[in-house]
């Protein structure tokens, strides 16, 4: 795997060393990472997480090694790690992995550990190198993994077409006398169906319940004139997430939704037409409040413009007032303003990515206040 193929190779090989460079460069000796986005970020393996040790050492200097349970040596070298020019150790039920992790380091004085592991393996970690100081990975690996390749970028594109082809069916269950529960459950198996490989939330809001930002779904039953706003995504088998919000409306919407509606595709245009290299974070945040504040629903603008997504569904970077990091072409995020008076409330979320000359929406589905017949 040459460099001539970095560009279109979702985990390229290269990375391990990008992210010793990166170690370097942060202050770390060393990066420990357990199962998680980190893990499949560096070496494409995506382990399942157990209270057994998995844990890819990358040394500032040296060479890296992947130490696994020895009954998981088979998955490993079946997964893209298995190509990587990567040892892999595996150690037995009767060993201790923590000691073995602290005799490859030897004397280390500041570590990283991915931002995901779990305490029980930190404390032990840190037991077993009791003179190196934890920090956390993302440190060292956040603006690699912020700044997406060109085939991280495809992997998106593909993740939000499928959520914008589920996105293209809600309408049809919006049906009154049904919950929020029976759509949410048509929802995930579409997001199954049109080619994710988990369904990891699927938020039907209806009525009062879409002026709560995060509400769930629940058997409140649907009503005409209702407004549902439908949060949705999933993670494709590449690893990579979608999520995408529309707001739907069961019969004529009253006159206040229509109106402050209007309002949030505004708001929703002007960030998205905000976004090109060197503007910052924050400035993109500002430009969604800007129609919202202006109209008077400022207030009602309870949370942040967006965050970046990739291996996660939340990751850096965050559009947020006080992140004043400027956009990088590759960033991917969402514009996701909402206004939520109540008794209604209204979404409108599409992920984006920073081009070198200004932005790319990777969610196409319409953006008006679609009308589902009552
Ligand atoms: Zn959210
Ligand atoms: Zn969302
Ligand atoms: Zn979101």
């Known amino acids: 795997m040459g460099h001539a193929q970095e560009g279109t190779e979702l985990f390229p090989a290269s990375r391990l060393r990008a992210v010793a460079v990166a170690a370097g460069t942060a202050g770390l000796d060393a990066l420990l990472l357990t199962p998680g986005p980190d893990l499949r970020y560096v070496t494409g393996y995506n382990a399942h997480e157990s209270e057994r040790l998995t844990c890819l050492v990358v040394p500032a200097d040296g060479e890296p090694v992947l130490v696994v349970p020895r009954l998981e040596l088979r998955g490993v070298h079946a997964s893209p ?62 603006d690699l993994r912020a700044r997406k390749s060109a085939a991280e970028i495809e992997a998106l594109r593909a993740a939000g077409a499928a959520i914008d082809r589920v996105h293209a069916q809600v309408p049809g269950w919006l049906r009154p006398g049904r919950t929020e529960a029976d759509v949410a459950a048509d929802i995930r198996a579409a997001i199954l169906a049109e080619g994710h490989a988990t369904a990891d939330f699927a938020i039907v809001g ?60 505004d708001a929703q245009q002007a960030a998205f037409a905000a976004v090109r290299p060197g503007v910052t974070a924050e400035s993109v945040d500002a430009a969604a409040r800007g129609p919202i504040s202006a109209a008077g629903y400022g207030d009602y603008f309870v949370h942040r413009t967006g965050h970046g997504i990739g291996l996660e569904t939340h990751e850096d970077p965050y559009i947020v007032a006080g992140n004043s990091e400027a956009l990088q072409p590759g960033h991917a995020f969402s514009v996701e303003p909402g206004i939520y008076p109540g008794p209604s409330g209204a979404r409108i979320e599409d992920i984006v990515v920073c081009t070198p000359d200004g932005c790319e929406r990777l969610n196409q589905a319409s953006r008006e206040l679609i009308v589902a017949s009552a």
Request: glycine share 10%; aromatic share 6%.
């Open 206 to 265: 209806s009525g009062p319940n879409g002026a709560s930002p995060h509400h769930t779904a629940a058997d409140r039953v649907l009503q005409r004139g209702d407004t549902v706003v439908v949060d949705i995504g999933g993670t494709m088998p590449t690893g990579y997430c979608s999520d995408c919000t529309r707001t739907y409306a069961i019969g004529t919407p009253p006159a206040d939704v229509a109106e402050y509606y209007q309002v949030l595709k």
């Open 81 to 142: 790690a298995g190509a990587l020019d990567l040892e892999i150790v595996g150690w037995d039920e009767t060993d201790d992995p923590y000691a073995l992790v602290a005799r490859r380091l030897g004397s280390v004085a500041a570590v990283g550990l991915s931002d995901r592991m779990w305490a029980l393996m930190v404390l032990r970690l840190r037991a077993a190198l009791p003179a190196a100081r934890q920090e956390l990975a993302s440190v060292a690996v956040r």
